[in-house]
């Protein structure tokens, strides 16, 4: 129902779209307009039972025939009903690459990645992983006993417990990816925010898009802010706990 809404919003002759309220000033009204999300209720319930999207690696994990049936009907009307060619999707944390892999073999990832001490340092201030991720693991079946025994030590540690489970995030999606043979592009989000333009230029070659004048009109009216710099109050100590996970 909200995506036969969604031409309303987004057509051939205007575009009026939502975005998430974070750093950058919002429309009057966004909450009430279709705007990017993660959407991992979506994928939580359309998934089958002992599948846990939101929260796991799903590393080496197949979706049966049934499943990718039903997801794949799914995506299919969204695209119908959005009025729309391809689809695409955003999602955080692990690359579930190897699932996702299963449902759509000519699936293209775009891996947006940051400075880890920049991301452990920004997770820090984050309300939700204060609330679920900082002293416990997050995501999960990806880690060994082992593992699992040296994150009870550090636990109670934010920096470190953060810095662990960082690392699992980027190593798990490249080792991934190589074994998938999946077809990604790595962004660094460094190189984004000192040229947004030639990033989204290689973002759209990858996939093969054309680089619409509804996209640049985006980037000009959006405020690029290199959250890197503007968080840089931690010191040395800081930065050598991070990196003795990388």
């Given amino acids: 129902m909200v995506n036969l809404l969604r031409p309303l ?131 999960t079946g990806a880690y060994s006993e082992s593992e699992v025994a040296r994150f009870e030590k550090i636990k109670d540690d934010p920096v470190a417990s953060t810095s662990f489970q960082l690392n699992k995030v980027l190593k798990t999606t490249e080792d991934e990816a190589e074994r998938c043979d999946a077809r990604m592009l790595t962004i660094p989000y460094e190189k984004f925010v000192a040229n947004p333009r030639e990033s989204i230029e290689k973002i759209c070659k990858f996939l093969d898009l054309e680089l619409s004048k509804h996209l640049l009109k985006k980037l000009e009216q959006t405020s690029i802010h290199d959250r890197n710099s503007a968080n840089r109050s931690y010191d040395d100590g800081f930065e050598q706990k991070v990196m003795s996970f990388f």
């Fill in 9 to 139: 919003f987004d057509n051939r002759y205007w575009r009026v779209t939502g975005e998430k309220g974070q750093l950058n000033k919002v429309r009057f009204l966004n909450t009430l307009l279709p705007r990017p999300a993660e959407a991992f209720p979506f994928w939580d319930h359309i998934t089958r039972s002992d599948i846990d999207f939101s929260r796991g690696f799903l590393l080496d994990e197949i979706a049966t025939d049934k499943e990718k049936n039903r997801i794949r009907k799914a995506v299919s009307r969204i695209v119908a009903w959005q009025g729309k060619q391809r689809f695409s999707m955003k999602i955080t944390g692990p690359g579930r690459i190897s699932y996702l892999q299963s449902i759509f073999p000519d699936a293209l990832f775009v891996n947006v990645v940051r400075d880890p001490i920049a991301t452990v340092h920004s997770l820090l201030k984050v309300p939700f992983w204060k609330d679920l991720g900082m002293h416990r693991l997050w995501w």
